[in-house]
Structure formats: structure tokens, C-alpha cells
């Protein structure tokens, strides 16, 4: 009989007793001159040969499996009503048919253009994404200042069946943290302490709110977030921040460590990028509509940002974080 594979934990059993020895996980980044995924072989499907049922370690925890995801998921925001919502959406049909993992659609607010009306809530948060969720995937938000501006942000929760906000939901392998940053306040930043202290976390947290925290494009940083919050996302805690509120796509990374992206090109009118702009660098900057991939893996987060023509626009590995931290 084979042996039962090893999880995650076991694994890094095995390195802190020095059994076996690895290299320091790295973060692995490339720009935005990458090639188009419509370049590459035809679609995998599901006609494929069935695929054996893997055994669990021995300690029930999932295999430590660098080759395939344990959970994905599609990030967008800044989307509903606008002209190019339909073709993101097929742009993220296309990367599932593509061989990618999708568990969730999460937003990162503006969900509903102009002011959060009801009457909009089926054709903007469900119709353009029928294709997406026939198999049950679950559609996670946010809310944007558009969502809130005339009082309906209640109402768009409980139509897509979401708590108020903060709230949290996960996949395996990682944990999602959904904000109120139209009301960045003190409560909710003991709310995200408290979540963060919490002992056995999945493997990465990933927060999830509108307004950004850093940004090049026309509404710029949001200082009362980095007043109430940023200490917290940048602790080492949270190795992911997902935004929208500006209508392109950026990606920061701090001394520390923490990758914010803001991914606001979900549909609406896009926004220029502004030169100059401060500390910390920003990694990658693209105008185009577009959504943002990502797969979990026992050693890393693989995030990959998609134009609507299947071009890949930016591509970066979140290594895991090692025992201890």
C-alpha cells in the first residue's frame, strides 16, 4: 500500500526538525508584458479521464500539493451597469474553461451603479454571472460609496444572502475578510484584531474592502483606512488586500511584505493612472478592464490579473508564510 501523502503541517514538521530541506519561499512577479492566455492550448474540459481519489495524510489535513490548488477564486470590482461588465464576465467564464480554479466570486464594492438601487440588484449582481454560478459558486461582497450612497447597502447584502458587514468567509486554505470602508472606524478595527489573533487560522487571509489603501489613480489613498487599519493589514498577518474604487488595475508591495491590489476594472468607465505618485512602489499598473485570478496553493497564492481579451496583465506568487509567523 502506498504511503498517505504529507499535509502541509507535517511538511513543515519535517523542515523545523531539519529532515528535509527546502528553499526560502520567494516572491515571483512579472509585469505586464506577458503573453495573451488565448495563445495557448485549446480549453482543457471536464471529458477528461476521472481523477483517483487522493488519501489524506494521516492528520486529516489536506496534502501539501504545490502542483494543484486546494481553492480559487475571481476577484472584480467597479462594475455594475457598466459597458464592459459582460465581457469581464466572459473573460472569467474563460479562464474556469481554461483549467483554472473558481470557488467564489468576490467583489471589491460598487457593485450597482448609480446609487444602489433594488430594482437593479438582479440585473447587475446576477444576470451578467448565471454562466459563473450554475454550479453553486457563491457570489462574496463588499459594498462600494455607490452602493451606499442612497441607504440600500442593507438590501444588497441580504439579496445575495451576505451578513452585514464585517464579516468572514473561507475557502480551503484561506479566509476572507470583508470591511466596511465607506465607515472606517475603531470598532472595526478591533474587529479585524480580534479576527487575526484568533489561533489556527487558515493558511492566508485575504482582506477585502472598497476604498484603497494605496493608489495611482484619480481618488488616490484613503487616509482614514491607513488611520484605523493599516497597521493591522501590514502586521504580516494579512499577506493579501483586495480594492477597487479606481477603475484599473494596480499592485503595491510593502517593505513588510503585504500585496495590495487594487482591482477596480469590473465593467465601468476605466481610470488614467497619475505619475509620481508616493511610497510605496507600485508594481504593476494597467487601465484596462479586467478581473484578478486566484489560485491557493500549500506553498503560495498564485495571482494572475486578466484583461477582457484573455490577456495576462500581471502575474505575482504570494509565498506561504512560514511556521511562526
Keep these: 500500500m502506498a504511503p498517505a501523502p504529507l499535509s502541509r ?29 488565448t495563445t495557448s492550448a485549446p480549453p482543457t474540459t471536464s471529458t477528461t479521464a476521472p481523477v ?24 472584480f470590482g467597479d462594475f ?12 472569467m467564464l474563460q479562464w474556469i474553461r481554461d483549467g483554472h480554479r473558481v470557488d467564489a466570486l468576490v467583489t471589491t464594492g460598487d457593485n ?6 433594488p430594482k437593479l440588484f438582479e440585473a447587475y449582481l446576477k444576470a451578467p454571472y448565471t454562466a459563473l454560478q450554475v454550479t453553486g459558486r457563491p457570489l462574496w461582497a463588499t459594498l462600494g460609496n455607490h452602493d451606499e450612497a442612497a441607504g440600500h447597502g442593507a438590501e444588497q447584502l441580504k439579496f445575495l444572502g451576505l451578513p452585514a458587514l464585517p464579516f468572514v468567509k473561507t475557502l480551503p486554505g484561506v479566509r ?21 489573533a484568533e ?21 488616490g489613498r484613503t487616509p482614514e483606512v491607513i488611520t484605523h487599519w493599516y497597521s493591522a493589514l501590514n502586521s504580516g498577518k494579512v499577506p493579501l488586500v ?22 477596480g476594472g469590473g465593467g465601468r468607465e476605466l481610470y488614467p493612472l497619475i505619475p509620481g505618485c508616493g511610497a510605496p512602489e507600485m ?43
Design 9 to 37: 503541517r507535517q511538511m513543515l514538521g519535517l523542515l523545523a526538525a531539519g529532515f528535509v530541506t527546502a528553499c526560502t519561499p520567494t516572491r515571483r512577479e512579472h509585469g505586464a508584458a506577458l503573453g495573451s492566455s
Design 176 to 196: 476572507f475578510l470583508f470591511l466596511d470602508a465607506n465607515h472606517p472606524d475603531d470598532a472595526q478595527a478591533r474587529w479585524l484584531a480580534d479576527r487575526l
Design 112 to 117: 450597482v451603479y448609480d446609487f444602489g438601487e
Design 80 to 91: 455594475g451597469g457598466g459597458t464592459a461588465q459582460g465581457a469581464v464576465a466572459a473573460a
Design 242 to 263: 483586495l480594492t477597487g474604487h479606481d477603475h484599473d488595475y494596480q499592485r503595491f508591495l510593502t517593505a513588510e511584505g503585504t500585496t495590495f491590489i487594487v482591482t
Design 283 to 325: 508594481r504593476a499598473g494597467v487601465v484596462k478592464h479586467h478581473f484578478t485570478g486566484v489560485e491557493v496553493f500549500s506553498d503560495r497564492m498564485a495571482v494572475t490579473a486578466v484583461a477582457t481579451d484573455g490577456t495576462v496583465i500581471d502575474r505575482v506568487d504570494i509565498p506561504a508564510p512560514l511556521p511562526g509567523f
Design 199 to 219: 489561533p489556527a487560522a487558515p493558511l492566508f487571509t485575504v482582506a477585502v474592502f472598497h476604498q484603497p489603501v494605496f493608489s495611482c489613480g484619480l481618488h
Design 52 to 75: 483517483k481519489p487522493v488519501a489524506l495524510p494521516d492528520d486529516g489535513q489536506p496534502p501539501f500539493d504545490t502542483d494543484h490548488p486546494m481553492s480559487g477564486f475571481v476577484a
